[in-house]
């Protein structure tokens, strides 16, 4: 899975080769091996892992989302299966199909799309699902379990930033770390991961002052706010690894945090908004959906 990355070359101007990160082909390789994993599994006479999905209301975006988890799990051989539900269902009669699932031996990987209507709670829904069969890892339990270091299931998108940055040999022990955004879902827990890898982390937010001078200082930058274009090449330091996890739609097309043209020949490193992230986040959802059926089956639950 890994290799190392040589130092970045750059050319009598000063100007670095930036590496493109083709995140589809390296999530297309983990995915493989999970594949091989799970062949192993049924050939031994286990059936496979099944993640289920649930959708609230009629979101085409959602709806695109899921159509694209299922093909994911369809090539690694794992089940799936969707429920969704009317924009209208109450919190209620979402928590009752949450215990549902929870008490199906068959499911291993529950995940609830986000967002969800105003009248449902996230943080209601995200309790409710049994941390054991949490896909996204957003429960409580195992937000503090990756406080401790034992976490057996990690939030998605900060676990393929951080596949990303082991693939390409990026060091991260002792390096400067800069976290841009402090949302549950990515912010805070991938400023947790790189701590754990002895990086020395700043987390920067709306209220943070002087924030390209900040940026300007980091070894490693993750970007996740949303923000189209709003980190500029003189907020780069030369031959910093830049991990652009935003995307907002502009005129049609994607458009990342990052001004990615720009950042050509300053960073070292850069994911692209479109094969960057994205395909690691899913592989990172099958690997939690994996890594969750494994436990339970070795718990006798499975």
């Keep these: 899975m890994s290799s190392t990355r040589p130092p970045a070359d750059s050319d009598a101007s000063g100007t670095i080769d930036t590496v493109t990160v083709d995140g589809l082909g390296l999530a297309n ?56 539900l009317p924009s209208a269902t109450s919190e209620e009669d979402l928590l009752s199909l949450l215990d549902k699932l929870n008490n199906d031996d068959r499911v291993d990987g529950i995940l609830v799309q986000l967002p969800l209507p105003k009248h449902i709670s996230a943080e209601a829904v995200a309790e409710a699902i049994d941390p054991a069969k ?81 940026c300007r200082g980091a070894d490693i930058l993750v970007a996740a706010v949303g923000s189209p274009q709003m980190v500029k090449a003189d907020w780069i330091k030369p031959g910093a690894a830049v991990m652009d996890v935003g995307v907002t739609e502009v005129d049609g097309k994607l458009v990342g945090d990052v001004d990615f043209a720009a950042a050509q020949g300053v960073a070292s490193i850069i994911t692209p908004s479109r094969r960057g992230i994205g395909p690691m986040t899913i592989t990172m959802l099958l690997r939690n959906t994996l890594n969750a059926y494994v436990a339970r089956k070795e718990l006798g639950s499975a």
Excluded: W
Excluded at 47 to 74: E, F, M
Excluded at 167 to 196: C, D, F, M, T, Y
């Design 134 to 214: 949490d896909a996204d890892a957003l429960h409580p339990l195992n937000f503090g379990r990756l406080l401790l270091g034992n976490a057996k299931l990690i939030s998605c998108t900060p676990l393929g930033v951080m596949a990303v940055l082991k693939h390409h040999g990026i060091e991260i022990s002792g390096r400067h770390a800069v976290v841009i955004g402090r949302s549950n879902i990515v912010g805070k827990p991938v400023s947790i991961l790189l701590q754990q890898q002895n990086a020395t982390v700043t987390m920067c937010h709306s209220r943070t002052q002087d924030l390209p001078g900040v």
């Design 29 to 84: 390789t983990l995915r493989d091996e999970m594949k091989a994993e799970i062949e192993a599994l049924v050939a031994a006479g286990h059936r496979a892992p099944h993640l289920t999905v649930v959708l609230v209301g009629d979101d085409p975006a959602s709806k695109s989302y899921i159509k694209g988890k299922q093909r994911a799990c369809a090539r690694i051989g794992a089940d799936s299966s969707e429920h969704i």
